[in-house]
């Protein structure tokens, strides 16, 4: 089993920024494959951006490509999520998951991936 912790959510302001983390444990974490996902109220969980194992690769939806940048520290398990020029249709539930068998491309879909976090809300007021 792997555990996933998110944190760094919170009410911002239009135009402002947040970094979220999400803190692995209990498995290898360098074999798997990390994306974010969010879901805002009434809509199905939408990818946001994923990470391969060794940080050298990564995809954007195209919502969030420019602004939101994935990054991952391997030495200590733990993916961020650094969110800039936030709007309010980035209001959402914020969830990282972690994916064993996928890369950046084919890991976009909720369905693929094998662990989940418990979420972390993202406010972004106009």
């Known amino acids: 089993q792997m555990q996933l912790v998110e944190s760094g959510g919170g009410l911002v302001q239009a135009g402002g920024s947040l970094r979220l983390s999400c803190a692995a444990s209990?498995?290898?974490?360098?074999?798997?494959?990390v994306g974010w996902f969010r879901q805002a109220p009434g809509k199905e969980r939408e990818f946001v951006a994923t990470?391969?194992?060794?940080?050298?690769?990564?995809n954007y939806a195209d919502s969030v490509k420019g602004r939101f940048t994935i990054s991952r520290d391997n030495a200590k398990n733990t993916v961020y999520l650094q969110m800039n020029s936030l709007k309010p249709e980035d209001t959402a539930v914020y969830y990282c998951?972690?994916?064993?068998?996928?890369?950046?491309?084919?890991?976009?879909?909720?369905?693929?991936?094998?662990?989940w976090g418990q979420g972390t809300q993202v406010t972004v007021s106009s």
């Open positions: 990470i391969s194992r060794g940080g050298g690769y990564t």
């Open positions: 998951a972690a994916d064993g068998s996928g890369n950046v491309w084919t890991s976009i879909s909720p369905m693929k991936y094998d662990y």
């Open positions: 209990g498995r290898t974490f360098s074999n798997y494959v």
